[in-house]
């Protein structure tokens, strides 16, 4: 976790990515990537020279099966405010329009979800749990489907919303992850 915590930091500090009086959502997806980006930030938000607060965020679709009870615990063992924004999507996308593509408009009432949370709670940035194989796949599929060369940015400000994405995995790779959720046992949805 200290290697990751360090290339955490150096990422936050090469792109600016926290200011001091910051509230950073993480968005909580119960995956293991925004649960060590949940972590990561907690922990770094210790001894960061820059004061500044973190919560976790996390929409709950209605899927049948899924409780994010676990990740409540964990946010109250980390100290970490959990805000949980329920919405009625998995009724919308599969009983009401019975979408036979549903990733689509899955994600879309999901950040529109995770939007109008962050703006009930004055909440302006946001934490993704994209890491740097993420940022691999993204160039390769924008290259091979797009003929372009592109990518996500690390710091990304969506003006319509007034939110700023940032990405502080972006140097840890995907088998750090996968590592550190398994020694650190996190609580994997």
């Given at each position: 976790?200290?290697e990751?915590?360090?290339?955490?930091?150096?990422?936050v500090e090469?792109?600016?990515m926290?200011?001091?009086?910051?509230?950073?959502?993480?968005?909580?997806?119960?995956?293991?990537?925004?649960?060590?980006?949940?972590?990561?930030?907690a922990?770094?938000?210790?001894?960061?020279?820059?004061?500044?607060r973190?919560?976790a965020?996390?929409?709950?679709?209605?899927?049948?099966g899924?409780?994010?009870d676990?990740?409540?615990?964990?946010c109250h063992?980390?100290?970490?405010?959990y805000?949980r924004?329920?919405?009625?999507?998995?009724?919308?996308v599969?009983?009401?329009?019975?979408?036979?593509?549903?990733?689509?408009?899955?994600a879309?009432?999901?950040?529109?979800a995770?939007?109008?949370?962050?703006?009930?709670h004055?909440?302006?940035?946001?934490?993704?749990?994209?890491?740097?194989d993420?940022?691999v796949?993204?160039?390769?599929?924008?290259?091979f489907?797009?003929g372009?060369?592109?990518?996500?940015h690390?710091?990304?400000?969506?003006d319509?919303?007034?939110?700023?994405?940032i990405?502080?995995l972006?140097?840890?790779?995907?088998?750090?992850?996968?590592?550190?959720a398994?020694?650190?046992?996190?609580?994997?949805?």
């Open positions: 976790m200290q990751i915590l360090g290339l955490v930091r150096r990422c090469d792109y600016d926290i200011q001091a009086g910051d509230t950073v959502a993480v968005g909580v997806s119960g995956g293991k990537d925004s649960l060590l980006t949940l972590t990561a930030l922990r770094l938000s210790r001894f960061y020279p820059k004061p500044f973190v919560v965020m996390t929409v709950e679709a209605g899927t049948p899924m409780s994010f676990g990740v409540a615990d964990y063992a980390l100290g970490v405010e805000i924004a329920q919405v009625p999507i998995y009724e919308v599969f009983l009401e329009r019975r979408e036979k593509n549903p990733c689509s408009l899955c879309k009432l999901r950040r529109g995770l939007s109008t949370a962050m703006n009930e004055g909440i302006k940035k946001i934490a993704l749990g994209h890491h740097y993420d940022a796949e993204t160039f390769f599929l924008s290259l489907y797009e372009r060369l592109s990518c996500f690390p710091v990304t400000y969506l319509r919303m007034d939110i700023t994405q990405r502080p972006l140097y840890v790779s995907e088998a750090m992850v996968r590592e550190a398994q020694r650190l046992q996190l609580p994997v949805v």
